[in-house]
């Protein structure tokens, strides 16, 4: 069995999150790739512009550009999964208030606090299925309580099938933390743990 350690995403990591999403990630064919993982963090005008050059560029060649420099600004925060120096997963989790779009109106409205919430996982393809995904959740947590935060919340998408969108993950991985449904709308559901 792999020992896989969870690293909170500094600066100097910044070439190890370049290094997953240029090599790792998405080799599977998901269609979610080909993504750096920006979004989150851009605001709508950001990506209108990004989406603009794609024709220029390419699709990952801009998608890359705009992560490198939004490393250089600190505006992309989460969690690196690493197998030994080698970086293998990807959780993007930050206070509420950083994510425009992201973070359903629904969740905003029944708000605990001081919220961090987790937006994404993506997790190198022959890595899935050994607790990686739990693994985020429970240095989130453990770091998000030491740093005076309410609550962590995810935004689970409601589906009975394991899917290739299920970027948010799933329901079952947030109980199995011990987080609580505390409201669903439109197929997704406010998943929450009080600290």
């Keep these: 069995m792999k020992t896989i350690v969870i690293r909170p995403l500094t600066a100097e990591l910044s070439a190890d999150y370049l ?45 890359r550009k705009h992560a490198a420099e ?21 959780c993007n989790a930050a206070d509420m208030e950083s994510y425009a779009g992201f973070v359903p109106a629904f969740a905003r409205e029944i708000a605990c606090g001081k919220t961090i919430s987790i937006v994404c996982f993506e997790i190198a393809p022959e890595y ?32 009975d099938q394991r899917n290739d969108f299920d970027y948010q993950g799933p329901l079952c991985l947030y109980q199995k933390a011990g987080f609580i449904e505390v409201a669903r709308e439109k197929g997704q559901a406010v998943m929450r743990r009080i600290l």
Aim: charge should be negative; aromatic fraction near 12%; glycine fraction near 12%.
């Design 19 to 63: 290094d997953f999403f240029d090599h790792r990630a998405f080799t599977d064919d998901n269609p979610n790739g080909p993504c750096y993982c920006t979004s989150p963090n851009q605001e709508p005008e950001q990506i209108e512009q990004m989406v603009r050059e794609f024709k220029t560029y390419g699709v990952k060649e801009t998608l």
């Design 70 to 90: 939004m490393l250089g600004r600190n505006q992309i925060h989460g969690y690196l999964a690493y197998d030994g120096d080698q970086s293998v997963g990807w």
């Design 128 to 159: 899935r299925g050994m607790g990686i995904a739990s693994a985020f959740i429970d240095s989130i947590c453990t770091d998000a309580g030491s740093k005076g935060y309410a609550a962590v919340e995810g935004y689970a998408k409601l589906s």
